[in-house]
């Protein structure tokens, strides 16, 4: 993701604009007539997945350790039942260069077509380029790409065992290349997104009979002192569906969620809104001073942070 902090007296002022706009939404239900499986989300079988990616070391692109990460997510989504499908491609990598990238699609209820997408990166950064200490270090990411994944696969494990599915299709889907051609994170100055817009430039592709309802981006969701803020671009591009869910999660987990909007962010939600999904995201984006450092380690992990965010995003895919 990408934060300019160029623009951060812009972000301040507009902060407190659309904190007004997030309070006047008007309030939507919570809850329809099938029941939310909430309580099966279980934060403890989320951190085993985080510490099975940190054991592949660095899921960058062209990295071992990225194809690893690829097979274990395939492997788990056939084993839940869902419709996998890979989205395979190039785009300008570094110096232009063609950069091979793999958006992978797990769906449940393929014939429904009032479709959700669920989204999440699961490649990482190369190095701890923010670490002051070991700037060439290794970036763990724990909490930055592997905690994503894990929310999305312990969530489909509770759509899988649920009595009854949600009233939309869901299409969980793992997105590549989101800390840019060098794989820097925020630090590469030429920093863009690779696999959202491509996957948003070919939605025909995956919904030839019209495109999502929404989606929901999540990304750094496990740090143990997390609060979760209402994001620009979520606010600008799905304002309802944002308070929906912020609303939604206050109920479930109230320490973990903050009506307080925050600045933009450029995440995979940007692409997807653009293309007409209108998309949100979810990112617990404080979380100095161990944002791409090596200490972005399972121990700044807690269940109860992937708890209150799984449990809210199920309760909001059975939300009317």
């Not at 591009?237 to 987990?253: D, L, M, N, S, V």
Request: aromatic share 10%; charged share 20%.
């Amino acid at each position: 993701m990408k934060l300019y902090p160029e623009r951060r007296a812009l972000r301040r002022a507009a902060a407190g604009a659309l904190a007004l706009l997030f309070a006047t939404v008007p309030a939507l239900a919570e809850t329809s007539g099938r029941e939310a499986p909430q309580k099966s989300f279980s934060g403890a079988r989320a951190m085993k997945d985080i510490a099975t990616q940190l054991s592949f070391g660095t899921r960058a692109l062209n990295a071992p350790g990225h194809g690893k990460e690829i097979d274990f997510i395939k492997a788990e989504l056939s084993r839940l039942g869902a419709t996998v499908l890979l989205q395979e491609g190039e785009v300008p990598g570094a110096g232009g260069a063609p950069q091979p990238i793999v958006n992978i699609v797990g769906r449940f209820d393929p014939d429904n077509p009032n479709r959700v997408i669920v989204g999440t990166h699961y490649d990482s950064i190369i190095r701890a380029y923010a670490d002051t200490k070991d700037p060439q270090g290794e970036m763990p990411g724990a909490n930055n790409s592997a905690s994503g994944v894990a929310l999305l696969l312990e969530t489909a494990r509770s759509l899988h065992a649920a009595a009854a599915r949600p009233p939309v299709g869901v299409d969980f889907v793992f997105f590549d290349g989101e800390e840019g051609p060098l794989a820097l994170g925020a630090g590469d100055p030429n920093w863009r997104a690779l696999g959202s817009p491509y996957f948003a430039a070919r939605l025909g592709d995956f919904y030839p009979q019209g495109k999502p309802a929404k989606g929901v981006v999540f990304d750094m969701v496990c740090y143990s002192g997390m609060v979760l803020r209402p994001e620009a671009h979520s606010l600008r591009f799905a304002p309802q569906e944002t308070r929906k869910f912020w609303e939604i999660g206050g109920k479930i987990a109230p320490t973990k969620f903050s009506s307080t909007a925050t600045g933009g962010i450029f995440d995979d939600q940007v692409a997807l809104s653009q293309a007409g999904a209108p998309s949100i995201l979810v990112i617990g984006f404080q979380y100095d001073p161990w944002f791409n450092t090596t200490q972005d380690t399972i121990d700044r992990c807690a269940p109860s942070s992937l708890e209150a965010v799984g449990r809210t995003l199920l309760s909001y895919l059975y939300a009317p």
